[in-house]
């Protein structure tokens, strides 16, 4: 596709169950962002990866949240045991390069995955 | 602790006039910076963005300043109502991009 797909769009999920994002980057893009906009909060750094390998995995809350990312392209984040403060919008990146590169450095998002518990 | 700073949670500003969204941050390391805006219920999208060793891009109605040690700023000139939206600073690392909390700004006829 031409840009970020992240499904679902939402989902609402009940306490206690698992659930599982998904998100296809930009075809070719090798480095791969998920981030999390909680209810009047900014973005919320959760995980990055190059190619299939997470070199930064500090920004998962807790060991409930897992990623993986296979053949360099589609990644899924899964929350296992999903609590109330899991809800939020998880947004998905991809960029070209690594950000250490000056060019095409810039990260393009998905619409992201509005996820509610209750 | 918050590495990229968004200070003003909000900003209103009148159609036709400047708006000056801010963001500072803490970690000299930083080799390039970025702004993103959001529309609800979208995700953000890409606005401009400066290397470290330059203090000026502009892009249209849009100019990214980085002259003062650990800040930037964004300039809109002038702001119409579409601009209204919640703006992210971003920062380039190592490994990953650290955005700020972000500024609503409001603009106004």
């Known amino acids: 596709g031409a840009g970020v797909s992240q499904s679902p769009s939402n989902k609402v999920t009940e306490k206690g169950k698992d659930v599982e994002l998904r998100c296809d980057p930009i075809s070719g893009h090798t480095a791969l962002y998920w981030y999390r906009q909680s209810l009047g909060q900014g973005l919320e750094f959760l995980i990055y990866?190059?190619?299939?390998?997470?070199?930064?995995k500090s920004g998962l809350p807790s060991d409930r949240f897992s990623a993986e990312r296979t053949g360099g392209s589609v990644s899924t984040l899964t929350i296992q045991r999903t609590q109330q403060e899991d809800s939020a919008v998880y947004l998905c990146?991809?960029?070209?390069?690594?950000?250490?590169?000056?060019?095409?450095?810039?990260?393009?998002f998905g619409q992201g995955t509005r996820l509610t518990v209750v | 602790d918050q590495q990229v700073k968004q200070n003003s949670p909000s900003l209103s500003v009148q159609e036709g006039r400047i708006s000056i969204l801010n963001c500072d941050y803490t970690?000299?390391?930083?080799?390039?910076f970025l702004w993103y805006k959001k529309y609800p219920a979208e995700g953000p999208t890409f606005l401009i963005s400066?290397?470290?060793?330059k203090d000026k891009n502009e892009d249209g109605r849009f100019t990214v300043l980085n002259k003062s040690a650990k800040h930037l700023s964004l300039h809109i000139v002038p702001s119409q109502p579409g601009d209204s939206a919640v703006y992210f600073c971003a920062a380039g690392a190592t490994d990953k991009l650290i955005f700020g909390t972000g500024t609503r700004l409001q603009v106004f006829p």
């Open positions: 400066i290397s470290s060793i």
């Open positions: 970690n000299s390391m930083f080799d390039y």
């Open positions: 990146a991809s960029s070209l390069q690594k950000p250490t590169d000056h060019m095409n450095t810039e990260a393009f």
């Open positions: 990866f190059q190619g299939n390998s997470a070199p930064d």
